[in-house]
């Protein structure tokens, strides 16, 4: 009994795998594009660590919100696949921004000036834990922010994860098992 049901969360009807793509690329594109717009030239000082605090708590309620869409997805698999597609991008920005907010406002806190690209390369080798070497901390407070976003890359991948999995087990075994159709079909993925 259980096989029937695993078959039918995996079919997807082509149209939501379409709009599921489409809504993440086109969040990813946008997000990008907003990184290189935004101006980050303001001055290093409080403000910059309560704004990074603010933005890594945003984050956090974004991740939840899209764990309560999960479990009431008619698709949670592909509701949690679009979510890690989405969110992974917003975190790396968040800490791509702090870099360069930190780069150009402390005497060479890095082993080389960091523009937006440059700090976007430097954390996503943080976050995929290759470390090449090319780019380093050198400063205290460079040292400090790489490390707070090695421990939280820790929790992102290990915690957020599990708990994604977690909201997609739940909507699964919400659904009644004899129907054909799960409930709320009308629901968007």
């Not at 079919?11 to 594109?29: E, I, N």
């Not at 920005?93 to 890095?110: E, H, T």
């Not at 992102?156 to 997609?168: H, N, T």
Request: hydrophobic content about 50%.
């Amino acid at each position: 009994m259980k096989e029937p049901r695993q078959a039918e969360c995996l079919h997807v009807p082509r149209r939501r795998l379409l709009l599921s793509v489409a809504r993440s690329s086109v969040t990813v594109v946008l997000l990008v594009v907003v990184y290189y717009l935004v101006p980050l030239d303001q001055g290093l000082g409080i403000g910059t660590a309560i704004a990074l605090a603010v933005s890594l708590a945003l984050f956090a309620g974004m991740v939840a919100w899209q764990i309560r869409t999960i479990t009431r997805s008619v698709y949670p698999r592909l509701r949690a696949i679009e979510t890690l597609a989405t969110a992974g991008p917003i975190f790396l920005i968040i800490f791509s921004a702090a870099y360069v907010l930190l780069s150009k406002n402390q005497a060479d806190p890095f082993s080389e000036t960091l523009g937006r690209t440059d700090a976007l390369y430097f954390t996503v080798t943080v976050f995929a834990t290759v470390g090449f070497g090319d780019i380093t901390p050198v400063t205290g407070t460079a040292r400090v922010l790489t490390m707070v976003q090695m421990l939280v890359d820790v929790i992102l991948v290990g915690v957020v994860a599990r708990i994604l999995l977690g909201a997609v087990r739940v909507a699964e075994e919400a659904r009644p098992a004899s129907s054909g159709e799960p409930p709320g079909s009308e629901d968007s993925a």
